[in-house]
């Protein structure tokens, strides 16, 4: 796996993105295959519910003509008139004020043989003729006569009211003639027909508050059901076709309908829908924030802690606030902590033990050369001498045989102990580098200063009056110190210092033992410091 995509907090973004994703594309789903649905079929019923309305309209129009064309039909004077009896009906009743206030475009007066028998209306060019039958000058109303004789020959007792859609879009209503007070036959039928003129469509967007228009269609054109076309975001257009005359046409209610419902249904649905989409990513946000907050930043906090832990020497800090928290991390983060503490006890137990004679305390051949080492380097940038001490127990073979391996122990140890108290200096460094051999650094100390410090060294050592009975040169214990120093800009390293420091330790010996030499030779060397 990448870098980048190993980190958990980019992964838990991903996790948590893919699932804010994935609930966003479920609602979108939701939104296109649930709500979408039941919003437009809803928006499909209130079309239905708004055409059926206009189709009401419409029908209380032909209850009015149909009650109008009553009023007239049984009435005793048409009655009469019909029959031939009352002549003077037309003059009374029939003038172009009678229609144009009853809206209508004519009045045709049947028989009982359905032959007209007077006619009254306005013609093509809006003439108002009255006259007997379909004669001149009222032929125009033929084509309505022939239109109507089918319906006149199933004439029943009913009233009844039609839509005509050819010529001229119209309603008409026909109903037999009879007597107003006594049951009589029927003495002929009354039709009257009213155009739906644009007036006419007008009042009726009035009275509905639809914009709609009605329009004469071919039966082969026309669709049986409603039918619901969506022309913008705020508008569709709904129609439905209603029976008509001719059999072969129909009449058609357009409407233009708005889309209020449907609008506001969406928006709401949108509203939630960016408030859920909101909700989800401030949600998304705070989970991510909280995952920072609470995991991410103290693993991370951890990790910078045990990067430290590899670097520095000494065991880092804990950050106090992760070991005052009481959940898992701050578990984890004290158990670390422990662990830590606990590695570097052991390392610092095996780095002493490693460093340090474990008889004495003092420190070992390979502390004694690491900072001898050390020290030559750190001159060559002082430029002052680095010295050492070499010190051996004289007859310190006889003192074991005498006192005993034990005693040559403890020996040894009350030796380190006083070298410890003696040499003081915090730079100066006392080894034991050999089984009764020691050594000691003197970093900046001139060979002068050394031979001082050593034949000091050496008096404090006889003046502990530690008893050795069998040596030869004292009756106390005693010890030879070689010294040497080396400038570092000289070409004396570590070891030609040590040995230089052996040989001087050797002439002392040669030189009868408790005392400190030098040697002559040494470049370096001053002068040798024969004790007595
Ligand atoms: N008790 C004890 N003795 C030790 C230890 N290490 C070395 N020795 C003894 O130190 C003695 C050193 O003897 P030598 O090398 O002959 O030197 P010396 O007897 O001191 O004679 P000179 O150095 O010539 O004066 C040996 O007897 C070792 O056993 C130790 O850790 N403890």
């Known amino acids: ?107 045709i007066f049947f028989d009982a043989q359905h032959r007209p028998v007077w006619v009254a209306g306005f013609d093509e060019d809006g003439e108002f003729t009255s006259c007997n039958g379909s004669k001149t000058p009222c032929h125009w109303v033929v084509s309505y006569i022939d239109a109507m004789q089918s319906k006149l020959e199933r004439q029943s007792d009913e009233t009844q009211t039609w839509l005509l859609a050819s010529p001229d879009m119209a309603m008409a209503s026909m109903s037999g003639i009879y007597r107003s007070h006594e049951t009589s036959p029927s003495a002929g039928s009354l039709l009257m027909v009213r155009p739906l003129s644009t007036s006419w469509i007008e009042q009726l967007r009035d009275t509905t508050g639809i914009e709609l228009d009605v329009n004469s269609v071919s039966n082969s054109n026309a669709d049986a059901n409603d039918n619901l076309r969506r022309v913008s975001s705020t508008r569709m257009a709904a129609s439905r076709t209603l029976d008509a005359m001719p059999d072969d046409h129909l009449i058609r209610v357009d409407a233009l309908l708005p889309r209020q ?48 832990v590899h670097l520095e020497a000494a065991p880092p800090p804990m950050p106090a606030h992760l070991l005052a928290r009481r959940d898992e991390i701050g578990t984890l983060a004290q158990e ?41 380097h750190s001159a060559q940038a002082s430029g002052h001498q680095v010295s050492a001490l070499m010190i051996d127990i004289d007859h310190f073979k006889l ?19 006083c070298m410890q108290q003696h040499l003081g200096g915090k730079r100066i460094l ?75 330790l050797y002439r002392a010996k040669e030189s009868g033992r408790n005392r400190v030499a030098t040697i002559p030779g040494h470049r370096h060397a001053t002068t040798t410091a024969p004790s007595q």
């Open 1 to 107: 796996m990448p870098r980048t995509f190993a980190s958990l907090r980019l992964r838990f973004l991903l996790a948590l993105g893919g699932v804010l994703c994935l609930a966003l594309l479920a609602l979108v789903l939701v939104a296109r295959y649930q709500i979408m649905p039941i919003l437009l079929e809803d928006e499909e019923q209130f079309a239905g519910s708004e055409l059926d309305r206009a189709e009401r309209a419409i029908g209380s129009e032909l209850g009015h003509m149909r009650r109008v064309v009553e009023d007239w039909a049984w009435w005793d004077d048409t009655y009469q008139f019909v029959l031939g009896e009352r002549p003077e009906y037309v003059d009374s009743n029939l003038y172009q004020s009678t229609l144009e206030t009853l809206d209508l475009k004519m009045m």
């Open 336 to 376: 670390f902590r422990d662990l830590v503490d606990h590695h570097y006890q052991q390392s610092s137990l095996l780095l002493e033990l490693s460093q340090h004679d474990s008889l004495t305390g003092l420190a070992n051949r390979r502390l004694f050369d690491q900072r001898l080492e050390q020290a030559l």
């Open 430 to 504: 006392a080894a034991r580098t050999g089984g009764e051999e020691f050594s000691v650094l003197m970093p900046d100390t001139s060979l002068q200063a050394a031979m001082l410090q050593a034949e000091s060294l050496r008096l404090a050592i006889e003046a502990r009056a530690l008893p050795h009975a069998t040596s030869p040169t004292a009756p106390h214990l005693t010890v030879s110190i070689g010294v040497a120093s080396c400038h570092p800009t000289g070409l004396d390293d570590a070891v030609s210092l040590m040995q230089a420091a052996d040989q001087a």
């Open 399 to 417: 003192y074991n045989d005498y006192y005993g391996h034990l005693a040559g122990d403890d020996c040894l140890i009350a030796l380190a102990e």
């Open 261 to 308: 419902r449907y609008q506001a249904s969406l928006e709401t649905f949108r509203f939630a829908l960016y408030w859920t989409s909101g909700v989800l990513i401030v949600t998304l946000l705070i989970v991510l924030w909280l995952l920072e907050s609470i995991v991410l930043a103290p693993i991370r906090q951890l990790s910078r802690f045990t990067q430290r």
